[in-house]
């Protein structure tokens, strides 16, 4: 049984950092790969940002591109993402996904999602 496990979010003002967190178990390989997407009400869900566990590989879209991180603690099978110079733009709930196979930015891509965790950007 996969499961995702998020943490962190909260408030912060216009230019600040937040680093949410992202614990997978239940994988039996390293073949797998875990998307970063967002949520804002009556919008869809947004993919943003992922990493293939295998190879390190990211990808991250223009708009987060340069402000947004992704890291790995193996030894926790967890992933990090560093939110720097945020915008209230990027005020939204954030999703983790995983699922076997490579990096993707898109919803239909994963079968598992962690809890979410609401980011606030004002002032």
């Known amino acids: 049984q996969v499961q995702l496990v998020q943490s962190g979010g909260g408030l912060v003002q216009p230019g600040g950092s937040l680093r949410l967190s992202c614990a997978a178990s239940?994988?039996?390989?390293?073949?797998?790969?875990i998307g970063w997407f967002r949520q804002v009400p009556e919008k869809a869900r947004e993919g943003f940002s992922c990493i293939s566990v295998s190879d390190n590989k990211t990808m991250y879209e223009d708009f987060v591109k340069g402000r947004f991180t992704l890291s790995r603690d193996d030894a926790k099978n967890t992933v990090y993402l560093q939110m720097n110079s945020l915008k209230p733009e990027d005020t939204a709930n954030y999703y983790c996904?995983?699922?076997?196979?490579?990096?993707?930015?898109?919803?239909?891509?994963?079968?598992?999602w962690g809890q979410g965790t609401l980011v606030t950007v004002s002032a």
């Open positions: 239940g994988f039996t390989t390293d073949f797998y790969s």
């Open positions: 996904a995983a699922d076997t196979g490579r990096c993707s930015v898109l919803a239909s891509t994963y079968r598992y």
